[in-house]
């Protein structure tokens, strides 16, 4: 079977997103800073001199993001990336993973090599599905799952690179691999102060949006995400209708965005 292509398994970003767009309590940002620490300290994958040395001392770094969908993990890996120089590749698990004996491996081989070669960042996306914990041998598809784990853990040893996963299942990550991983940062879901700031961050400065406005949307439990996505939903319908983003708009795309995902209960319950 052919071996497939980088960029079918993989999709480089740009990263130009700087430490003021993050969103996130003190600790976390401290949690972020000291990563981006530890590998400022660590030898440079691309450095031909000391490529051997880097292998031998094991200068490879995994570092794990948790937390629900939407609470900033990819934008914090976006951050690291561009605050450190480096590219950003992010893994497309449903194409690494294969249903034919060692074409995984053959894959994630691939990805290994070219991040080494660019000196770039792996964000596998919803690790949990590749990275999850080793289950006992029942059939032909537990053991060569096992398989991929152990080898993914090996593979990790020797990387000189840094690797970031971010999953949403804490719990379901294989407890090696957490031991290996140098770093765990949390995403919570974000309180009342951090939602009026991403609201604040989000809407268009010539909304007219007013201080209880604020207020009451700050109330409103979401993610960053789910706010975002609000806040452009109505921006576009306001431009588009040549008037100013307000209130009424925001909780109309409120209410899109719920039902999008299902919800069909009243959309604008503060609690």
Same mark, same amino acid.
């Given at each position: 079977m052919a071996r497939p292509e980088f960029d079918k398994l993989a999709v480089a970003l740009?990263?130009?997103?700087?430490?003021?767009?993050l969103v996130l309590?003190?600790?976390?940002?401290?949690? #972020?800073?000291? %990563?981006?620490?530890d590998t400022r300290a660590r030898i440079p994958a691309t450095d031909p001199s000391t490529r051997g040395r880097a292998r031998a001392?094991?200068?490879?770094? %995994?570092? %794990?993001?948790a937390g629900a969908s939407g609470t900033g993990k990819t934008l914090a890996a976006e951050v690291l990336a561009n605050e450190l120089g480096r590219s950003l590749y992010r893994i497309d698990l449903s194409r690494v993973a294969s249903k034919y004996i060692g074409e995984t491996e053959k894959?994630? @081989? #691939?990805?290994?090599?070219?991040?080494?070669?660019d000196d770039a960042? #792996?964000?596998?996306? @919803?690790?949990?599905?590749?990275?999850?914990?080793?289950?006992?041998?029942?059939d032909s598809h537990d053991r060569y799952a096992n398989i991929e784990v152990g080898y993914l853990l090996q593979? !990790? @040893?020797?990387? %000189?690179?840094?690797?970031?996963?971010?999953?949403?299942?804490?719990?379901?990550i294989d407890p090696a691999l957490l031991r290996r991983s140098r770093h765990v940062v949390d995403f919570p879901q974000p309180g009342a102060a951090q939602r009026r700031a991403l609201w604040e961050k989000a809407i268009p400065p010539a909304?007219?949006?007013?201080?209880?406005? #604020?207020?009451?949307?700050?109330? !409103?439990? !979401?993610?960053?995400g789910r706010i975002s996505a609000i806040a452009v939903d109505a921006a576009l319908r306001a431009a588009d209708a040549s008037l100013p983003v307000d209130m009424r708009m925001l909780m109309e795309a409120m209410i899109r965005e719920r039902r999008k995902r299902g919800i069909t209960a009243d959309d604008t319950d503060v609690r």
């Open positions: 740009r990263p130009r997103a700087t430490w003021t767009d309590s003190p600790r976390q940002l401290k949690a #972020l800073r000291q %990563v981006a620490a001392s094991s200068t490879g770094m %995994v570092v %794990v993001f894959n994630l @081989e #691939l990805l290994f090599d070219k991040a080494e070669a960042i #792996l964000l596998f996306d @919803e690790a949990d599905a590749l990275f999850g914990k080793r289950s006992e041998v029942k593979r !990790m @040893e020797s990387h %000189v690179g840094i690797v970031i996963l971010e999953t949403t299942r804490r719990n379901a909304a007219a949006i007013q201080e209880p406005d #604020l207020r009451k949307l700050a109330r !409103m439990e !979401m993610s960053g």
